[in-house]
């Protein structure tokens, strides 16, 4: 069965970077795109962007554009998500999920969360 | 970027109701739409994409509809697990927004 495994919470003092990571199983992981969502604390979803499993082609939202890098590696079948010059309002649960092969491609599955506390 | 709201922000309803919820998008999206369900520490499930394809595993209980920039989403008889907050989302335009969230309670 599909699943996508997140690394552990994390806390983080401003200014500095979080890495988290996604790890796939049970489908082949270079047919599917792989996106970042986060929650803030009693808040709605927060798309940040998308990374192709295939060639590595990325898509930021504008948001986050020269603060975040997602990357994979196929070797280990895990995508990643860095996110650099933390501020308080990072605080949230980030998500990975997988995208449908077709369009639109919805995401069909999702991981646990992360929890990012940054705090100083 | 495509803008999407969402109503009620807040629904009471008991089990067995017929529930809608409806999401408009700021332009149009064609049927390029999701819901998702997402519960109390948990994260998001699709319910729903291309508007109105059911993704596997669904109860037939829930429905969506619409096309353009008007969407529903309808629960025919509520069940006790369907208490949750529901989202949509878009999938036209990069970057792939979400509505704010409709939450389902008890009445």
């Known amino acids: 069965q599909v699943q996508l495994v997140q690394s552990g919470t994390e806390v983080k003092k401003p200014g500095a970077s979080v890495k988290v990571s996604c790890k796939a199983s049970?489908?082949?992981?270079?047919?599917?795109?792989i996106s970042w969502v986060r929650q803030a604390p009693g808040q709605g979803l927060e798309w940040m962007g998308w990374?192709?499993?295939?060639?590595?082609?990325?898509n930021y939202a504008q948001k986050f554009k020269g603060r975040v890098t997602m990357t994979t590696d196929t070797s280990t079948r895990t995508a990643y998500m860095e996110l650099r010059s933390l501020r308080s309002d990072d605080t949230a649960v980030y998500y990975c999920?997988?995208?449908?092969?077709?369009?639109?491609?919805?995401?069909?599955?999702w991981g646990q969360g992360t929890l990012v506390t940054v705090s100083s | 970027d495509i803008q999407l709201t969402q109503s009620p922000s807040f629904l009471s309803a008991s089990v067995g109701d017929r529930v809608t919820i409806t999401c408009r998008a700021s332009q149009g999206i064609g049927s390029s739409l999701a819901w998702y369900q997402q519960k109390p520490g948990k994260a998001p499930e699709l319910l729903i994409y291309a508007a109105s394809t059911l993704q596997s595993g669904v109860p037939s209980r829930f429905s969506g509809r619409g096309s353009g920039t008007e969407f529903t989403l309808t629960i025919s008889s509520l069940q006790p697990e369907d208490f949750a907050t529901y989202y949509c989302q878009q999938l036209n335009n990069y970057p792939r927004t979400f509505g704010p969230g409709t939450k389902v309670d008890v009445k």
């Open positions: 999920a997988r995208q449908l092969s077709k369009d639109p491609d919805p995401f069909d599955y």
């Open positions: 990374i192709s499993a295939y060639d590595g082609n990325t």
């Open positions: 049970g489908y082949i992981f270079t047919n599917h795109a």
